[in-house]
């Protein structure tokens, strides 16, 4: 069955992958936009649907490509969400049949559905394919990319349909995300050592990588001249690049990518096996990844993890998602040379990677690496319908991202505007900090802006000696009833859901100023 699937042109069966992401992600594609989604990504878009802005107003320096696909679509089938989440599901489609194509090259039929099927269920991977972030468009683009440049045919002498076709797929990956200019880069430098070193390389395949290095230092150049800043402006770029030139950061990130690599979301298991395998003899006449194939692609690993340990602000795993594939087509590679039985070490490790969508670890985690960000939008919609119905007139304390989902009614939260009070976070200096502003406000949304699982919360709780929880101790949102207690108000509804919750927060200032005035006291009021 794989055999034939694999026969048959990728325009033919693309339909079919992306039916199949579309059903088993059915219950995502209504859902209000997330995070960096309602924070950046959809804003940006809205500008250039609105009114046509390639550089949004916000100036962050991330090229146009997501903004102009997004804003092409709504201007055809609507401005919509589920519009939205259908075409990211059609790229993430486009690269789950790119990683295909590109196990096929090596390893065969089956082998190539079973490196697709594990791609398509790792947790990251699945809960990214409906988000609208730029790092979905650019991985398509960049496996996409990889399926050309490791074609059998394109090994030795290249077409100038496969070089064209190669630049133009990076190029667009850059274009999309900054950052994937890393992937060319680092097989720019690949095929320059091996022209330096009179090995079997091709020269019209380097200027093809190196070429979508232009379109991009145009973008930031144009960038520069319209706004003054190159790469955003000033906070933008010191979250995502000067601030993080330190030693000791760059030494704490190896180590955190180092997880996000080879632990999280259980592919730790998948790499297991592969180690344990190796202690097998080869299976006759069954080729694994050939050597060139397979150095390139541990080079391309190495330079994510150290890459993406410098610069991306944040350690969000989403920044890897390109690599997740070339890892499992190294596992499996290993697994089918080794053992006849690489099916069922698949299907464990399919079930590993089904588990953790829903079954969080006793880490800390994004929510957007399994379907916890589902369990966070739901209760955070809930919690402004409830305001939205009780207190449509309210002045609303928060954080972000709820400052943006209350603002903004096309974000899919409620359907008009609410005012805020915006604070940073709920730790206790913020807090304290709004205590001294309480005529600005009289509900509160109050929510988790740093997530950690019940389990982690509750351990490190009970073991204050360590670091992590000494910093858990220092930099943790305060709950409901904290903040009510120092904001003098009170915590109105509670919504829960598997760990995630938001609260509504009430607080009748305005009513008893009003009495206030009306009894018109002749002596000041005690104070104790």
């Known amino acids: 069955m794989a055999k034939r699937l694999a026969t048959l042109p990728s325009l033919v069966l693309y339909p079919f992958v992306f039916a199949a992401v579309a059903l088993t992600h059915l219950n995502l594609l209504r859902l209000p936009y997330y995070w960096d989604e309602a924070g950046y990504y959809i804003p940006a878009a809205l500008d250039f649907y609105h009114h046509g802005r390639l550089i949004p107003h916000f100036t962050n320096a991330h090229p146009p490509l997501p903004n102009i696909l997004l804003g092409t679509l709504w201007r055809i089938a609507g401005q919509s ?3 939205t989440r259908l075409l990211v599901c059609a790229f993430a489609a486009a690269a789950l049949l790119a990683v295909f194509r590109l196990a096929q090259n090596f390893l065969g039929a089956a082998a190539a559905f079973t490196v697709a099927a594990l791609t398509a269920c790792y947790p990251i991977w699945f809960a990214q394919s409906t ?8 991985a398509a683009f960049t496996l996409c990319a990889f399926a050309v440049y490791f074609a059998p045919r394109d090994q030795s002498t290249p077409t100038r349909r496969n070089l064209i076709l190669l630049a133009t797929l990076f190029t667009l990956a850059a274009l999309a995300k900054e950052t994937a200019i890393l992937q060319p880069t680092t097989l720019a430098a690949l095929e320059l050592y091996r022209l330096l070193g009179k090995r079997p390389a091709s020269r019209a395949k380097l200027v093809a990588l190196c070429l979508p290095m232009v379109p991009l230092t145009a973008w930031f150049a144009w960038h520069r001249l319209r706004t003054g800043f190159t790469f955003g402006n000033p906070e933008y770029l010191r979250y995502n690049a000067t601030a993080n030139f330190t030693l000791a950061h760059v030494a704490s990130a190896i180590y955190y990518r180092g997880i996000h690599l080879f632990w999280q979301r259980n592919i730790w298991l998948p790499i297991v096996l592969a180690f344990a395998c190796l202690f097998l003899p080869r299976r006759n006449a069954v ?3 050939n050597p060139r194939a397979l150095r390139t692609c541990l080079l391309l690993i190495a330079a994510n993890w150290l890459a993406f340990s410098i610069v991306g602000g944040a350690l969000l795993t989403r920044y890897l998602l390109p690599v997740y594939p ?4 190294v596992c499996v590679a290993v697994w089918r040379e080794r053992t006849r039985l690489w099916p069922l070490l698949a299907v464990f490790t399919a079930a590993a ?4 969508l829903w079954i969080d670890p006793p880490t800390q985690f994004a929510p957007e690496d399994n379907l916890t960000y589902r369990d966070m939008i739901v209760v955070q919609q809930q919690a402004i319908a409830y305001i939205d119905e009780h207190h449509p007139d309210s002045s609303v304390l928060t954080a972000w991202p709820a400052t943006i989902e209350l603002f903004n009614p096309e974000l899919g939260y409620s359907d008009r505007r609410i005012k805020v009070f915006p604070i940073e ?6 807090v304290q900090q709004a205590a001294q502003s309480p005529g600005e406000f009289d509900t509160a949304l109050v929510f988790p802006t740093k997530y950690d699982s019940p389990a982690l919360r509750s351990y490190l709780l009970s073991h204050p000696g360590s670091s992590v929880a000494h910093d858990l101790a220092e930099h943790h949102d305060l709950s409901p009833r904290e ?3 120092i904001l003098g108000g009170h915590v109105e509804k509670v919504f829960q859901r598997n760990g995630e919750w938001a609260a509504v927060l009430r607080f009748d200032r305005s009513y008893e100023a009003r009495l206030r005035q009306n009894s018109q006291p002749t002596y000041p009021t005690s104070t104790k």
């Open 131 to 138: 988000l609208a972030h730029a790092d979905i468009f650019s």
């Open 353 to 356: 990677f089904i588990s953790a």
């Open 81 to 83: 969400i589920l519009s």
């Open 483 to 485: 903040v009510a207690a």
């Open 425 to 430: 976070n709920f730790f206790l200096s913020s």
């Open 326 to 329: 070339l890892i499992l087509l």
């Open 287 to 289: 080729p694994g990844l």
